[in-house]
């Protein structure tokens, strides 16, 4: 009798055992890749990951900083979110807009321009009269949120080359002053000689949630001719 109540409580927890690890292998699901965003270095910035065992959506970001000539990553953050992520439409490859020099030298050329936020190039420096070769750019913040800029995917004449840029969350409401540019040391560094054209990607985003789709996505080119 004695060794048949063993046995039962043998299987019992066996029984209790396999259940455990069927719930806890269940909820550490691996997180599968609903889509990513890389910065124009290439470098992997975002992702959004869906756990399918507790239906939950979360936000990683990849922070980099630059190490022996390369983009090096120091650091991740893993966020949850409260609601499946919107799509983001303007991660499609947008219609290529065409400026001039000549135009921005006559007035101030709306590169963007919806009921969000309108980016306007005010002006365009010379390096060998300026310090460095530069866009002035303004941002009016036309919405009730915060907001950033982003500059994407810069390349001039065609070769990958990142610009000296740096902003802040432009408050709802308010104008901001920016400029981006490019300093000799650089452009020797990526064996650009002279400018003949610049594309780059502007992307504005919701500063409390950048998976929400951005206020504006739009890839400009400047020639200078």
Known sequence: MKRLLCILLAVLLLMVFT????????????LTEVNSLYDQYGNLIQQTL???????????EFMYTYQNKKWVCTDQRLTLLSAAPTKDTTQEVPALK???????????????????VRVTLTDCHDAELWYMFAYEIRVDNKSNQVITMSIENCAIMGIGCPPLFSIDHIEPGRTAYFTLGWDPETLERFYIPYIDNVEFMIRILDNSNWNMPAYAGERVLIKHN
Do not use: G, M
């Open 50 to 60: 869906y756990n399918e065992a507790t239906e939950e959506y979360f936000l990683k």
């Open 19 to 30: 259940a455990c690890n069927t719930a806890k292998t269940k909820t550490a699901a691996p």
């Open 98 to 116: 065409i400026f001039h020099t000549t135009d921005i030298t006559r007035k101030p050329v709306v590169l963007v321009d919806n009921d969000k």
